[in-house]
Nanobody, 118 residues
Framework: QVQLQESGPGLVKPSQTLSLTCTVSGGSITPSYTAWSWIRQPPGKGLEWMGVIAHDGSAYYNPSLKSRTSIFRDTSKNQFSLQLNSVTPEDTAVYYC??????????WGQGTQVTVSS
């Protein structure tokens, strides 16, 4: 059973960088059939795909967030991470990591609330 767990600070100040890590257990992040995504849900809004890192380490981003987003991985720890720069209160959301891409996800983390506030 694959399990994902998000971790990171729950409060970030405006203009700072939001950093989250997803730890994967029960399966490796490197097999060729895998891709790993970050998705968020702002309060009162729908899910927003932020980006994905493929099995080979290549990353692809939502064009609306591309200039501020970076996704990378640590295969030795079986983790992948999200960095979102220059955050504003509009980046307040529940952030999820998930296995999959193109709106097809089979495993999700429980989600972590991140609030951007001074």
């Amino acid at each position: 059973q694959v399990q994902l767990q998000e971790s990171g600070p729950g409060l970030v100040k405006p203009s700072q960088t939001l950093s989250l890590t997803c730890t994967v257990s029960g399966g490796s992040i490197t097999p060729s059939y895998t891709a790993w995504s970050w998705i968020r849900q702002p309060p009162g809004k729908g899910l927003e795909w932020m980006g994905v890192i493929a099995h080979d380490g290549s990353a692809y981003y939502n064009p609306s967030l591309k200039s501020r987003t970076s996704i990378f991985r640590d295969t030795s720890k079986n983790q992948f991470s999200l960095q979102l720069n220059s955050v504003t209160p509009e980046d307040t959301a529940v952030y999820y990591c998930a296995r999959g891409a193109n709106r097809m996800y089979d495993y999700w983390g429980q989600g972590t609330q991140v609030t951007v506030s001074s």
